[in-house]
């Protein structure tokens, strides 16, 4: 739509939300790249100009290296199982089952909820002699463990934490997906005398493929911020176990107020989840939908 | 033989998922009846059996021993919330429109990279925008402030709405727009009239996902607000120490959640009618 | 009030959409702008209603220019080819939405929707939906919200292509007695079927790539066609090019000779290019000239043969339904009498 007498209101639609995100964005952007270059902490607070000793310093922090990977880890990990999990549930009640209705609205209702405020109800199930998680599964014979309190289970109650919150999302979407498919692909399986199996696999996932890469990318990028969980059901810990890098970025910021170098942290680390979910997006794409222009 | 065992499994599976989907909710519930005895001496799960119920957790909301007042948190989320999602609804509704129908150029930019610098909003981490933010609103002196956090919620939404709303609006044709500009209307009056209408269920979807994802913030009301513009998160994860009763914890974070979990069943009765099943292509 | 086009171009992504279009479309007349796809019909007409701003050129509406005034001020109603209602209208609203938009008090712009529904053959669906009707309704629908406005311009943009072809034939002849009572508006009709065009035009516009090759009534540009272009424009199917010469006085097409027509008889001796109509040719045991048989289409109760000669493909149609073998030498006879005579650059020298 180019005709003449247009411009005013082209201006007039995209400019208010466009400028309104600019200005909430993009200054607070500019200003933490400003202050990643000075040396700004509780002793010496203000912007000075420290050159890029922050960036130098941040190359040789093992524990920041070691909370990205950590981060990735828990964030392909949680992801994938959500994935599948998803998938399997909408493929339960895609079609004729009982109740049907109400069990869709029940999968969606963890997605709902405030993850922090249902850490801290984890954070009481967690917990090792007062918590009904042990108690329950003392009473199919599974020993006791630590949930919150060891190393390599402290990173398993997270990621069940993570999953129970967000596998409706994927289930949401998949579904939407599922009822969305039309139905010729699925006669002519049939005719073919494809059995659910084979049908499966070869009519139903490729069909889906654009909704499944939508969905695994924006949970994706929500799930390279994993922090707030974190923050009330382990405190990043015990140690470091469950350090996300969100988290120990808000340490060094927030609680030690190196302002300074925190920001040089926030912005590798922005710089570093836009090239990777960049590049994982386009991956994605190409594999499962193949090249397009 | 198959059927019928495909059957089982099949329900089997589905009251296993909705078993693990239920039982924190219904560990709050019953903890929040509970007092001392009911807590300290192990899990307990099935009232007057197990333990003698109390309302000691629920009182102490309302300000009582142990406990917080959570009224105020409740009212300032609702605020910000309500308030934020409006804005970022029809901010966002105007700029996806703009990008679905007309075409833009800023020096090197076309729509596509529009589009992208929206949504590529959300891959931010807050904790690059956290420091910035608390000095934005100092400078301002609107930290500790509902119309602060406003003002913050509004950048994290309006991707949100930007991104559900321009799926919708690339799916009605254009000749639809161009019949009511032939008709008389201005671009608005098209928008208005014809659009917006035919576009409801996109709307709620984006008021949803707003709302819910404006709601369940917990890391922006943290870090910029003390006590005045205290949000309902920050208040319920404030109590997170061990010397918060597990009974008034249970309690309030049953309280937090439930308004969400009725728009859940509300909206589910709205889908069902069959008008968003279209919605969500 | 005569609607001037000067000098239209329009160009994008390299492809010429308008080349410098002149024409004057006047009241009370059905033009039809007939084209083959991407001839720029759609781009005239878009241009016309304001969707689409020309890159150079103007156009005066009563001598007053109306180039840059935006679409939502000019009087023009269009009907698209793909049915375009409004889905949360019923098909009342919707005809009277663009009457309300005017100003028109509700009451009166009812009756005038419910008038022009009439008019349409829809009397009893006024409380219906869009989706609730079928393609031909959806689309007498819009054609209703066009007339009720009673605009100065009305554009109507292959209005029929997406209906089956029974619907077609009955559209058309309730256009025929629709538009004659418009004896107020401009009105602009385009198509890429030649039958179409004959049939509903008093004036027709021979579009071919962004440009006007002819323009003139059914007869003039059926008979006299100005190119060889327009020629196989506005035949279907298309007439036949034959690249030929006259030579010491007789037609010579590769190595055949055929005699020269009385209405040929003057033409000097050069390159010609001949035209014949598909039904001017058939099968003639008794002709030398043959062509082996590449593709036969039955369609009704005719039968439509291409064949290849030594001199280029034949297209002939043919009474009846006859059952050819693919590749049979089939001997082609000429009506010599019908034959068009094109200079090589294609301009029309002699028309039967």
């Not at chain 1, 090792?128 to 042990?134: D, I, R, T």
């Not at chain 1, 969905?215 to 996300?244: C, D, F």
């Not at chain 3, 593709?295 to 291409?306: P, R």
Request: charged share 15%; glycine share 8%.
């Amino acid at each position: 739509m180019n005709g003449s007498g247009f411009r005013a209101y082209k201006l007039a639609f995209l400019l208010p939300g466009l400028l309104i995100l600019l200005a909430i964005i993009l200054f607070p952007l500019i200003f933490t790249i400003r202050v990643s270059f000075s040396s700004w902490d509780a002793i010496t607070p203000g912007l000075n100009n420290a050159g890029g000793i922050n960036y130098v310093k941040l190359f040789g922090d093992v524990r920041y290296w070691q909370s990205l990977g950590r981060l990735s880890l828990m964030a392909v990990g949680t992801v994938l199982l959500q994935y599948l999990l998803g998938l399997g549930l909408a493929l339960l009640v895609w079609r004729e089952v009982k109740l049907r209705r109400f069990f869709r609205v029940l999968f969606l209702v963890p997605m709902m909820t405030t993850p922090v405020v249902m850490s801290v109800v984890w954070r009481t199930i967690f917990h090792e002699s007062l918590g009904p998680a042990n108690d329950l599964l003392g009473m199919v014979g599974l020993g006791p463990f630590q949930w919150l309190t060891s190393a390599s289970t402290a990173i398993v109650s997270v990621m069940i934490v993570e999953v129970w919150q967000w596998t409706p999302f994927m289930f949401l979407l998949l579904l939407a997906g599922l009822l969305s498919l039309p139905r010729e692909p699925y006669l002519a399986a049939a005719i073919d005398g494809a059995g659910p199996i084979r049908t499966f696999f070869n009519v139903t996932l490729p069909l889906l493929a654009p909704v499944s890469i939508g969905a695994l990318i924006i949970r994706l990028i929500e799930a390279s911020k994993i922090m707030e969980t974190v923050y009330v059901l382990t405190s990043g810990g015990p140690g470091t176990a469950t350090e996300t890098t969100g988290y120990y970025i808000y340490i060094r910021g927030l609680r030690d107020f190196e302002i300074g170098y925190a920001s040089a942290l926030s912005i590798t680390y922005l710089v570093i989840m836009i090239v990777a979910l960049t590049i994982i997006a386009k991956l994605l794409v190409k594999v499962f939908i193949g090249e397009r222009t | 033989m198959m059927p019928k065992l495909y059957g089982l499994l099949k329900y089997s599976a589905i009251l296993l998922w909705s078993a693990f989907v239920v039982a924190p909710f219904l560990w709050a519930l019953t903890t929040s009846f509970k007092t001392a005895n009911g807590v300290t001496g192990g899990p307990t799960y099935i009232p007057w059996l197990q333990y003698e119920p109390s309302l000691t957790g629920w009182r102490s909301l309302f300000g009582g021993a142990g406990g917080i007042d959570i009224v105020k948190p409740y009212l300032n989320s609702i605020v910000v919330t309500g308030s934020a999602s409006a804005i970022s609804l029809v901010l966002g509704t105007l700029a996806a429109y703009g990008l679905s129908r007309f075409d833009y150029r800023v020096g090197p930019a076309k729509n596509a990279d529009v589009l992208f610098f929206f949504i590529s909003q959300r891959i931010m981490p807050p904790i690059v925008l956290a420091i910035p933010f608390f000095l934005m609103l100092q400078f301002l002196g609107l930290l500790d402030s509902l119309l602060g956090l406003i003002l913050v919620y509004i950048a994290l939404l309006l991707p949100i709405a930007v991104w559900v709303m321009i799926d919708f609006f690339n799916n009605i044709p254009r000749q639809i727009d161009e019949m009511a500009m032939l008709d008389g209307c201005t671009p608005f009056g098209a928008f208005f009239r014809v659009i917006l209408p035919n576009s409801l269920p996109g709307i709620i979807v984006a008021g949803l996902f707003c709302i819910i994802f404006g709601w369940n913030d917990f890391f922006f009301a943290f870090t910029l607000t003390f006590t005045d513009a205290q949000l309902l998160p920050v208040a319920v994860v404030a109590l997170n120490s061990s010397v918060t009763p597990w009974w008034s914890l249970s309690a309030s974070a049953l309280i937090s959640v439930a308004p969400l979990v009725l728009i859940a069943f509300l909206v589910e009765r709205f889908l069902s009618r069959g008008n968003l099943a279209g919605a969500i292509r | 009030m005569p609607l001037h086009l000067e000098n239209l171009s329009l160009t994008r992504n390299g492809v010429r959409y308008l080349d410098r279009v002149d024409a004057t479309f006047r009241r009370g007349r059905l033009t039809t702008v007939i084209g083959r796809t991407l001839a720029g019909k759609t781009t005239l007409l878009r241009t016309l209603a304001g969707l689409q701003a020309p890159d150079s050129g103007d156009l005066k509406l009563d001598g007053v220019s109306i180039a840059s005034v935006p679409v939502w001020k000019r009087d023009v109603a269009m009907v698209y080819q793909q049915f375009i209602n409004y889905p949360h209208l019923s098909v009342l609203e919707n005809v009277a939405f663009p009457l309300l938009r005017r100003g028109l008090k509700a009451p009166e712009a009812q009756s005038r929707a419910e008038a022009t529904l009439a008019k349409v053959g829809l009397s009893g669906f006024a409380a219906r939906r869009p989706s609730q009707l079928s393609g031909g309704q959806q689309q007498r629908v819009a054609l209703a919200r066009a007339l009720a406005r009673e605009a100065p311009i009305l554009l109507l943009d292959e209005p029929l292509v997406n209906l089956d072809y029974k619907l077609r034939e009955q559209l058309r002849e309730e256009f025929r007695g629709l538009f004659a009572e418009e004896t107020k508006a401009i009105v602009v009709y385009t198509t890429t079927e030649p039958a179409e065009a004959m049939m509903l035009g008093d004036e027709i516009v021979v579009m071919h790539e962004g440009r006007i090759l002819q323009v003139g009534t059914p007869v003039d540009v059926f008979e006299r066609p100005a190119s060889t272009a327009v020629a196989e424009i506005v035949n279907d199917p298309p007439m036949n090019i034959l690249p030929g010469a006259v030579v010491d006085g007789r037609i010579a097409l590769g190595s055949y000779r055929l005699a020269l027509p009385a209405h040929l008889s003057r033409l000097a001796a050069a390159d010609y290019r001949f035209g014949l109509r598909a039904t001017d040719l058939h099968v003639d045991p008794a002709s030398e000239i043959a062509g082996s048989l590449v593709f036969a289409e039955i369609s009704g109760s005719e039968t439509f043969l291409h064949v290849e000669t030594a001199f280029g493909p034949l297209a002939l149609q043919i009474e009846g339904i006859h059952d050819i073998a693919l590749g049979t030498q089939v001997p082609i006879g000429f009506s010599t009498e019908r034959l068009f005579a094109f200079a090589a650059d294609g301009a029309l020298v002699v028309a039967p």
